[in-house]
């Protein structure tokens, strides 16, 4: 299967026949619609997903009225933001809380 490349002119899709399909997993598609990204990953709607990219500078690639956005370079802002550094503050702000906590 090709993958999409939304920078081609639009075409109508063409569904392959299932006996000619090989057994397994499909291959990671290039881009993804953004708003079925938004649903797959759960995000409340499209404009979350989207808001989401323009922080960790993600590019959308915008065709006619359709916004599409690849999913390895959600995947790769979703392991930026859980480095260890942001991890280890997290749980120095909660041993701080306990701390306080048991001084009251």
């Keep these: 299967m090709d993958t999409y490349d939304p920078l081609k002119p639009l075409k109508r899709a063409t569904h392959p026949d299932p006996a000619e399909t090989p057994p397994g ?3 990671e598609r290039e881009f993804i619609l ?3 990204e938004a649903s797959r990953r759960g995000f ?3 404009l979350a997903l989207r808001r989401f990219c323009a922080r960790n500078d993600i590019p959308i690639i915008k065709v006619a009225k359709k916004q599409f956005v690849r999913p390895r370079d959600i995947d790769a802002a979703i392991v930026r933001n859980s480095a260890p550094a942001r991890r280890a503050a997290a749980e120095n702000i909660s041993a701080a809380k306990d701390v306080l ?3 009251r």
Excluded: D, V, W
Aim: aromatic content about 0%; glycine content about 8%.
């Design 34 to 36: 953004l708003a079925a």
């Design 25 to 27: 997993p499909t291959p």
């Design 101 to 103: 906590r048991s001084r």
């Design 44 to 46: 409340k709607n499209g």
